[in-house]
Nanobody
Framework: QVQLVESGGGLVQAGGSLRVSCAAS????????MGWFRQAPGKEREFVAT????????DYAESVKARFTISRDNAKSMVWLQMNSLKPEDTAVYYC?????????????????WGQGTQVTVSS
């Protein structure tokens, strides 16, 4: 079992930066690829980024590529999402999750453990 707690969300102006964090507990955390997803009001939850269990491989949605960076530190049981050049359309609740398929999937249904989310609001 893995428990996940996100933090670091907030209000930022367009063009600004924000880093959201995900603190994990549970001995099996380091075996899982981890993902960040987001959900805006009235929209489905969507893939943002994923990172392999050892941090060696990352994958990003086209909409955030070159602006966002996912990273992890297994010794600290932490996952981060650095968000630069933020746009109003990045406004959403951001969730971290653990991928039960171990393939660093982009699919919501492949993720078994979820945090409660952290709100990111980008003003224009």
């Amino acid at each position: 079992q893995v428990q996940l707690v996100e933090s670091g969300g907030g209000l930022v102006q367009a063009g600004g930066s924000l880093r959201v964090s995900c603190a994990a507990s549970g001995r099996t955390f380091r075996m899982y690829p981890m993902g960040w997803f987001r959900q805006a009001p009235g929209k489905e939850r969507e893939f943002v980024a994923t990172i392999s269990w050892n941090g060696g491989n990352t994958d990003y949605a086209e909409s955030v590529k070159a602006r966002f960076t996912i990273s992890r530190d297994n010794a600290k049981s932490m996952v981060w999402l650095q968000m630069n050049s933020l746009k109003p359309e990045d406004t959403a609740v951001y969730y971290c999750a653990a991928d039960k398929t171990l393939r660093a999937s982009r699919r919501v249904e492949d993720y078994v453990y979820w945090g409660q989310g952290t709100q990111v609001t980008v003003s224009s």
